[in-house]
């Protein structure tokens, strides 16, 4: 398939309300082998810059396109990408965009998206200077998001979100320290010329200099290494494992939790993992089998505790709810499109009814971790202030620790260019409601 074809298929797809993660698969499994990189790059590139793209192709069109036309939207926003923010040649990137147009079957549009490419070649000083005063166009993040990010924490820190946002996501490794040492994977990477260096946070992690395919990572398929970001690696120390636990991991998909703390303590109990949708939970099973670890999977509601809970408690659970995402947006730009301000109310309401629900299943004096990868205090501390406010035997187990920020409830990280993600985590502890 054309690559700028596929790219604008899968930007229709998102302006219509599907992922970008669950499109990309299937794309790339379309074009051309040698294109694939090409192909992720425009994908991400012009998702991540979408806001500001789509300001200027109201400037540069009379009336906005239909939605059976996402198409041609999608493809345009491709050819604008690749003039503003790639080094492709702008002769090449027009005359490449035009020419995916015929092969999304409409013709009609090959005037029009060569009119509207060459128009901003002409105009592109003049277009920038116009929007130059609006916080969409310079940020690239929808007005909603850009006034939580400021109202919540200040614009020094907004704008530090705001930058590592708009930033390619580094590429974190978790080394499974039940078949060696960081220290050790360190030296294979060096020997197959892999730059790489030790996380500051996590004991196991290390973030490489470049993306590298994971076929060409040491022992990647033996699993004595995984991708994960290092601030999803901070909740297996958190929980404070110890032998012979019942540990419930909800919400576990893709199941990279999951593993670490099967890896953080060999001589567990039992581990409980839940997933909602049976098709993430292949991709937790994936990992368990690469890596030789095992654990019991439940596809269900983690919320639904009578359909498969049998009744013995936990003593540690980890909490990985369901939220905006707002944390790891440069891993998933879609959610600039996707995601809409009415959407986190909703999440927060989830957010508690999943901590309501798990409690009943925590032993007393368990621990149970609530993590997110968001940087809104509505998912985060306003949801555990209101779980404590309503459960007489929860209390904050603060955490105690060198990276992110204190807040109320919890410990905050945000995303930092060249480094971790935007991670929030909180600590109880069930007591005795006397």
Avoid at 82 to 98: G, K
């Amino acid at each position: 398939m054309n690559t700028r074809a596929a790219v604008a298929e899968v930007i229709a797809q998102v302006l219509r309300g599907k992922s970008l993660s669950a499109l990309l698969p299937e794309y790339a499994s379309k074009v051309a082998e040698k294109d694939i990189g090409l192909f992720k790059e425009l994908c991400f590139g012009t998702l991540r810059w979408y806001p500001a793209i789509e300001l200027l192709l109201q400037e540069l069109m009379q009336k906005p396109m239909r939605e059976k036309e996402y198409e041609v939207q999608g493809l345009l926003a491709c050819g604008l990408y690749q003039l503003m923010y790639t080094r492709v040649a702008d002769h090449a990137a027009i005359n490449e965009t035009v020419a995916a147009v015929t092969k999304l079957k409409r013709p009609w549009a090959k005037a029009l998206v060569n009119a509207v490419l060459r128009n901003f070649q002409r105009q592109r000083a003049e277009l920038e200077a116009k929007l130059a005063k609006n916080p969409v166009f310079v940020r690239a993040h929808p007005q909603w998001l850009l006034d939580s990010l400021f109202s919540c924490w200040g614009s020094e820190i907004a704008i530090d979100i705001i930058a590592a946002n708009n930033q390619q996501a580094p590429m974190a490794l978790r080394v499974n320290a039940l078949k060696g040492s960081r220290d050790d994977y360190l030296q294979q990477l060096n020997a197959t010329n892999i730059a790489a260096q030790a996380t500051q946070f996590s004991e196991q992690g290390i973030l490489l200099q470049a993306a590298t395919d994971v076929s060409e990572l040491p022992g990647f398929s033996d699993g004595s290494v995984s991708v994960q970001d290092e601030a999803a690696q901070l909740a297996a120390t958190l929980l404070e494992l110890k032998p012979n636990q019942r540990v419930l991991d909800a919400c576990c998909a893709p199941g990279g939790k999951t593993c670490h703390i099967l890896e953080t303590q060999a001589n567990l109990s039992k581990v409980v993992a839940v997933e909602l949708e049976g098709r993430r939970m292949q991709r937790v099973e994936e990992n368990l089998q690469r890596l030789g670890l095992n654990a019991e999977l439940v596809v269900a509601d983690a919320s639904a505790t009578e359909n498969w809970w049998g009744g013995d408690s936990f003593q540690r659970i980890l909490l990985d709810a369901p939220c905006s995402a707002s944390g790891v947006i440069r891993r998933h730009p879609d959610i600039k499109l996707l995601r809409k301000p009415t959407d986190i109310g909703k999440l927060a309401a989830l957010q508690l009814h999943l901590l309501r629900s798990l409690w009943q299943t925590l032993e007393e004096n368990g621990i149970l971790l609530y993590a997110t990868c968001s940087v809104l205090p509505l998912e985060n501390d306003q949801v555990i202030e209101k779980f404590l406010a309503e459960a007489p035997d929860a209390v904050l187990y603060s955490i105690e620790a060198q990276w992110g920020m204190k807040t109320d409830f919890g410990r905050q990280l945000f995303p930092t260019i060249n480094g971790n993600d935007g991670f929030y985590y909180s600590r109880l502890r069930k007591t005795s409601q006397t």
